[in-house]
Every structure is written in structure tokens, then in C-alpha cells.
């Protein structure tokens, strides 16, 4: 420091220039220095901390009202939103870009965050049915954008006061839901269906390797899952330090997807023999593509029948009900009488869904997406664990000199991330609020009844055929074969005699030129007839062949024109359009 040369001001003075920099109403006095003015700048565009008619963030959002609208397509417009959906920037070009000096124009700036949106899918339009995307609905976006103009944190109480209810209300809700003792569960909101994975990984490792969270994870405990889990896994056991060799995969059924739970007893039978531990066991509740849901009470009884070694803890049983979980709504719904009035053809599939989410009770953990079958705002995922206290005690740190407990609910001593966003846990507790359990059977079940509708189409035409029938979640998969072709009769070839692996392999390449073709037309703003095209997408093999259980053949699988309709715009008209354009791109491909 070179203290000779600074002039120490008279202390009487320093005091008197930095008053005269201001007006008596606090802007920045003409004769100010720079910074000051463009403090009075921005506190005159930051949100009003008091009530009144001059808020800058009430009349930007009463702007936005406008921009949102043009955002959006005229009605019956293509499922993306602005003029153009083509990609504005070149990689990694894009990143060649420096901080303006100047400071920006705050109606300029917004301008430019409307352009990001150009192009984006528009979840809500009726055509857009290419995965579990929902658009969100109206009480959970004000929710969570509350959260950001309060800037709620729940890491702890302190600055979370009673916004803490909606996480602490979700366990209750949710631990309703599931069977078990509300007050007793707890729950975290985290980063998706992939945080719920890592955190059902960890309680495992936590809990069955005592002394890991000082010394490290020094012994190769087993994640067990399906062959048909989430790739999820991969993160979940290579960022606690467990190394994705850990995994340990159950067979699945050719048919059902579902584990094997045969072939899970003779996996713990031989880890038992050789004093394995195994840390986790994750039955997933509802797989993306086929909606398969593991047999989780038979895998409980066949669990506890194989403790792990001692000096171990018990393993954990985290169920990945990330995409599945909103079908425990009909868990307890009266199929006697039933009031929401669904048809008879689907009443049975959703018997059968909430029966087998009735067995989530015997979860330890469960992960829920609301963002999914939610329709939520994104990060609003939700790990729920059965037994509060055991979790929180096994995973608690101790406090710290900076943050002082002022309410009983203090997260950030067992959470893996310090402060959190509101966000999630607003749009989660304002959703399960504002659909209650009719609201969210009704939107369920209607989409179902949406999806036998499309099955039904699919039949009326011969050169297509519905490969997932059984299945029984919200998604349609699906092959259209050349005119002509007897759809039914060539794809049961094609799934079960090794003898029609060429043909298979031809029709696949068809099935993924037809799913290209489809997808350049969405974002090209394709129009036929007049009318624009559906925004669907397809599956690079959702299942093997029969003569190819194993996987060891990469070719042989079955790959399928994927419909997944999930929002409430959805009409028949629509259905009937989708499979149109999907003749009308076949007619394409095949013609060059
Ligand atoms: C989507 C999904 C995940 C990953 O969830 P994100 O919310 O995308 O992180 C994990 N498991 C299953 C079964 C999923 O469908």
C-alpha cells in the first residue's frame, strides 16, 4: 500500500460532498459525478420498494403484457412463437461478445430478451406434441414470478418467513398422497428429475456408508436400476464420487418393460454372499418412453429379505417417479361411481396406474417432476422422503457464524445446494392448490381419453400401426409404412422374424426421414393446405426385437413416430391433422 501518497480529507468535509451529490428527493444533483447519476438511473428503474402507481416493474410488466402477445402466433399459427423459427446465431461464433460500456436502455434490453424467445415451441399451441412438455399453467407462473420479484431464498427461514409453507405443505400434500404419515415426511424442491436421482444416490450412500461424508467414499456400494432407468444414473453416481461402475442393471420384461424382480433377487443373493453393500436400489415408477412402472412392493420384499453386511446401513429404496408420479391422483379415485365421468375404455388403465402407484408408499424417497405431468414452470422438481427426521439428522451439517436460525425450518443444513429458489416450490404447492385432485384427474384422464382417440385413428388407417397398445401412460408410438404396405402384418414380421431384419432396418430409416421431414417442416412454418403442420417427434428405438432381447444387435430395435399431446388446446381435428402430415411427409421422403 503506498500510504504516503494518499491525502487523508478532513473529516468534516468528505461528509459535506457526498451530501451535495444529491437532490433533496434523493435523485442525483446536477453537478454530481457520474456513478451518481447512473445510481439515480437505476433506482429509478428498479422496482418500487414502497406501493404506488409509479412501480418501473408494474408498467415494464404491463409492457410485457403487449410483447408476450406478439410473441405469440395468430390463432391457429404454427407451435413456435415470433415470426421465425430458424436459429439466429452461429456456434461458437455466438460467444465472441464483450459487456457494453455504456449501460443499457432498459426498454432496448427487454426488447432483446423478447428476440431470444423467437422460435422457441409454443408448449401451449395445440400442434406442438413432441414430448413431456406441458405448457404451465397461469397459478404456478404468477407464483414463481413472485418469487422472483420478492426474491423469496428458502434456504432457511430467515429470508423465507412463511414461503417455507409451500415446500413444507408440498411434503404434507404429497406425503398424503402417498400413504404416508405427512407430518412425518419432508421434501426438498431441486434441479429436476436428475437432482432427485442424485439425491436418492446420496441418502443411500449416506446412510450405508457411515463414515462417507468425512472420509470420502471409499467403498464400491451398489446402485441398483433397471435396464430401463433414466440416463440420469450416469450423473447421479459419477458426481457423489461412486463411479458409474457402480451400477449395478436389473433385466427388464421384453413386454412390460417392468424390472425383473427374479433377476434382482439373484443380483442381492450374490452381493450377500460376497459382503456387498448395496446403497441404493431405484425402482422407476413410470419409464419417458413405454410408461413402464416398476413392481416396487415385490422389490421391497425381496430387498429387506437381503440386508447388507453389518457395519453397513439399510439400503435405500428411491423411487424415479419423476415423469409417472401424477397418476397416484387415481390412487384413491372412485372407479365405482365415477364422477369425472371417463369413459369405460379407460377406465381400467387408470385403475391399473393407480394401483401400481399405491406401492410408492413403501418408497423411502420419491422424485416428482411438476414440470413434466406437472404443468409447472421449470425448476420445480421435488425430492419427498418418507421419514423427515432420519434424512435430515443423517444429513446435517453443523451451523455457521453468518446465518442465525429464526424459524424452526432451516433447510440449508441438509440440502446440497445453499440458497434456493422459491420458484419451484411456489409452482409446485400453487399447482397441487389449484388443481386439487379433480382438476389434476380430469386433465390426466383427459389426455388419456385423447390418446385411445388417436389409437383409434391410427387403426382407420392401414398403412399405420400404434407399437406401444399395451402401454399405458399418455404417449403414442407409432410406424407408417409405404401405401399399400399392411401395416399390422409387416411391423409383427419386423418385431419377431430375424428374416425381416432388412426390412425392419428399411422401414426404421422411412420412420426417421418421416420424423426429420416433420420437424424441418415445423421450423421451416410449413404449411399444407393452408394450414400448418404438428410439431411431433420419434424414438431411435424404444424397444428391441423380438430375436434381439438382449440388445447385442444396435440395428435391431424398433423405432417410431412419437405423439404426445399433453396440453388442454388439444382437439380432435387436430389428432386427425397430425396423421395427414404424416402421410404428407412420408409422400415426401419417399418421392426423392
Ligand atoms: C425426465 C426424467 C428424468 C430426468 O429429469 P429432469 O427433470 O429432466 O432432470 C429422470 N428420470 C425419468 C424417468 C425421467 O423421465
Given at each position: 500500500?503506498?500510504?504516503?501518497t494518499?491525502?487523508?480529507t ?19 444533483h ?9 445510481q ?9 420498494p ?19 402477445d ?36 432498459l426498454?432496448?434490453v ?16 395445440p ?29 432457511e ?42 439425491y ?5 450412500l ?6 462417507s ?5 471409499r ?75 416398476d ?75 411438476f ?77 388419456l ?55 425392419l ?15 424441418e417442416?415445423?421450423?421451416a ?20 426385437t ?47
Amino acid at each position: 500500500m503506498k500510504k504516503s501518497t494518499v491525502q487523508l480529507t478532513p473529516a468534516h468535509v468528505e461528509p459535506k460532498v457526498y451530501e451535495d451529490h444529491w437532490n433533496t428527493d434523493g435523485s442525483a444533483h446536477v453537478k454530481a459525478p457520474k456513478w451518481a447519476k447512473y445510481q439515480s438511473i437505476t433506482a429509478s428503474e428498479f422496482p418500487s420498494p414502497f406501493r404506488g402507481k409509479t412501480d418501473p416493474l408494474a408498467h415494464q410488466i404491463g409492457k410485457f403484457v403487449e410483447r408476450i402477445d406478439m410473441l405469440r402466433p395468430e390463432k391457429d399459427g404454427p407451435a413456435y412463437l415470433g415470426k421465425n423459427a430458424a436459429l439466429s446465431y452461429t456456434y461458437p461464433d455466438v460467444k465472441n461478445v464483450a459487456i457494453n460500456q455504456k449501460m443499457g436502455d432498459l426498454d432496448t434490453v427487454l426488447d432483446e430478451v423478447v428476440e431470444l424467445f423467437e422460435g422457441l415451441p409454443n408448449w401451449g399451441s395445440p400442434l406442438a406434441m413432441c414430448n413431456v412438455i406441458p405448457q404451465s399453467n397461469t397459478a404456478a407462473i404468477i407464483a414463481s414470478m413472485l418469487s422472483q420479484v420478492f426474491s423469496a431464498n428458502i434456504l432457511e427461514g430467515e429470508y423465507a418467513q412463511n414461503v417455507h409453507k409451500a415446500e413444507l405443505e408440498t411434503a404434507g400434500m404429497i406425503g398424503n398422497l402417498f400413504g404416508w404419515d405427512p407430518v412425518k415426511a419432508g421434501a426438498i424442491y431441486t434441479w429436476g428429475g436428475g437432482g432427485c436421482w442424485t439425491y436418492g444416490t446420496k441418502y443411500g450412500l449416506t446412510r450405508v456408508l457411515p463414515n462417507s461424508r468425512t472420509k470420502g467414499v471409499r467403498t464400491d456400494a451398489k446402485v441398483i436400476c433397471s435396464q430401463q432407468a433414466h440416463f440420469v444414473q450416469l450423473n447421479a453416481t459419477d458426481w457423489t464420487g461412486l463411479g458409474s461402475d457402480n451400477i449395478v442393471h436389473v433385466r427388464t420384461d421384453p413386454d412390460t418393460n417392468q424390472m425383473d424382480v427374479e433377476h434382482l433377487e439373484e443380483i442381492l443373493k450374490g452381493f450377500k454372499a460376497d459382503g456387498t453393500p448395496v446403497a441404493t436400489i431405484v425402482c422407476t415408477m413410470g419409464t419417458t418412453d413405454a410408461s413402464a412402472i416398476d413392481p416396487i412392493r415385490k422389490v421391497r420384499e425381496v430387498m429387506d429379505r437381503y440386508p447388507n453386511p453389518k457395519g453397513y446401513g439399510k439400503t435405500v429404496l428411491y423411487a424415479d417417479a419423476v415423469v409417472g408420479w401424477s397418476w397416484v391422483y387415481f390412487a384413491t379415485y372412485d372407479f365405482e361411481n365415477n364422477p369425472l365421468e371417463f369413459s369405460d375404455r379407460i377406465l381400467p388403465i387408470l385403475k391399473q396406474n393407480g394401483d401400481a402407484m399405491k406401492d410408492l408408499m413403501v418408497a423411502d424417497a420419491v422424485g416428482i417432476d411438476f414440470h413434466k405431468v406437472g404443468w409447472s414452470p421449470y425448476v420445480s422438481s421435488c425430492f419427498v422422503y418418507k421419514d423427515a427426521e432420519e434424512f435430515e439428522n443423517l444429513h446435517r451439517w453443523g451451523g455457521d457464524s453468518y446465518l442465525q436460525v429464526r424459524t424452526p425450518y432451516n433447510p440449508m443444513y441438509h440440502t446440497l445446494e445453499v440458497s434456493r429458489t422459491a420458484s419451484g416450490s411456489l409452482a409446485g404447492w400453487t399447482t397441487l392448490k389449484y388443481f386439487g385432485m379433480e382438476g389434476m384427474q380430469a386433465i390426466l384422464g383427459g389426455i388419456l381419453e385423447t390418446k385411445y382417440y388417436l389409437y383409434d385413428l391410427i387403426k382407420t388407417h392401414p398403412e399405420m400401426i400404434c407399437v406401444n397398445p399395451d402401454d399405458t401412460g399418455l404417449i403414442t408410438l407409432f410406424r407408417a409404412y409405404p401405401e399399400g404396405v399392411d401395416a399390422a402384418a409387416q411391423y409383427k414380421k419386423e418385431l419377431n422374424d430375424e428374416s425381416a431384419r432388412d426390412d425392419l432396418i428399411k422401414h426404421n430409416k422411412l420412420t426417421h426421414a418421416i420424423g426429420d421431414k416433420l420437424y424441418e417442416w415445423f421450423r421451416a412454418g410449413k404449411k399444407i393446405d393452408g394450414k400448418y403442420t404438428p410439431y411431433m417427434s420419434f424414438s431411435t428405438g424404444f424397444r428391441n426385437t423380438r430375436y434381439n432381447i438382449d440388445g447385442t444387435d444396435p440395428d435391431a430395435v424398433i423405432y417410431a413416430l412419437k405423439a404426445f399431446p399433453m396440453n388442454v388446446f388439444v382437439t380432435p381435428e387436430i389428432m386427425k391433422w397430425a396423421l395427414h402430415c404424416v402421410n404428407a411427409a412420408k409422400a415426401e421422403v419417399l418421392k426423392s
